[in-house]
């Protein structure tokens, strides 16, 4: 099925630094979601955005729905060890009744 | 409050055997409910949704069903695993905050 184009793969980076990954469409949301998963673990909901625009920030979470409603962004400020895990976004059909996944950024964080 | 409940935790079967996994939802009615799989290291793969009681949508033909008998209730099945089955399963459900998940079954087959 469609997949969202979510970038990077993968990133290892050095305890404080900041974090930036981001998904592409080439279809328009209405909404767009961004998880973390946990090894062994269900993906958590870490922020939801509802307009074009839209910046929400979660603690040292930061997200934006971009304004063409095809690409998101998810950054992360001052990286700690327990930010390591999978970060998936997820953007919502019109009807609301359907997820579409990005591949999901693997993050590694040294301390 | 709204909880989802998914088990076993892990399973490991032989290729050839059956298989029932369950998932429930608590707290809510009428909730859209979803079975994802998802291969090691990669992203999420939805395999049904269900809008209602008996109503079964399949996105990916597979060796897998899925059925749901009661409004908070959803179980995906096979008569027979093969290998390629193996992987960790999710369910999932909204409305909600956002679309929650179970904390997933990993399954192996042998």
């Known amino acids: 099925g469609q997949q969202l184009n979510q970038s990077p793969q993968s990133m290892f980076i050095q305890e404080g630094e900041d974090v930036s990954m981001n998904c592409t469409s080439s279809?328009?949301?209405?909404?767009w979601l961004w998880y973390k998963q946990d090894p062994g673990e269900g993906p958590v909901l870490l922020i939801a955005?509802?307009?074009?625009?839209e910046l929400t920030s979660n603690g040292r979470l930061t997200a934006q729905f971009g304004i063409t409603r095809k690409d998101s962004f998810l950054n992360i400020s001052a990286s700690i060890p327990s930010d390591v895990g999978i970060y998936f976004c997820?953007?919502?059909?019109?009807?609301?009744?359907?997820?579409?996944f990005g591949g999901g950024t693997r993050l590694m964080v040294k301390p | 409050s709204q909880t989802i409940h998914q088990w076993p935790a892990t399973l490991v079967q032989p290729v050839g055997s059956p298989l029932s996994l369950e998932c429930t939802v608590e707290?809510?009615?009428?909730?859209?409910l979803y079975w994802y799989r998802q291969a090691a290291g990669r992203g999420l793969q939805l395999l049904f949704y269900?809008?209602?009681?008996?109503?079964i949508s399949s996105e990916v033909p597979q060796n897998l069903s899925a059925s749901r008998p009661q409004d908070r209730q959803f179980i995906l099945s096979s008569k027979k695993l093969l290998l390629s089955d193996s992987g960790f399963y999710l369910c999932?459900?909204?409305?909600?905050?956002?679309?929650?998940f179970g904390s997933g079954t990993r399954l192996t087959v042998v």
């Open positions: 269900s809008v209602g009681i008996g109503q």
């Open positions: 999932a459900w909204t409305p909600g905050s956002g679309y929650t």
């Open positions: 997820a953007g919502v059909n019109n009807a609301g009744n359907m997820l579409t």
């Open positions: 955005l509802y307009k074009a625009g």
């Open positions: 707290g809510t009615s009428n909730p859209n």
């Open positions: 279809s328009i949301f209405n909404t």
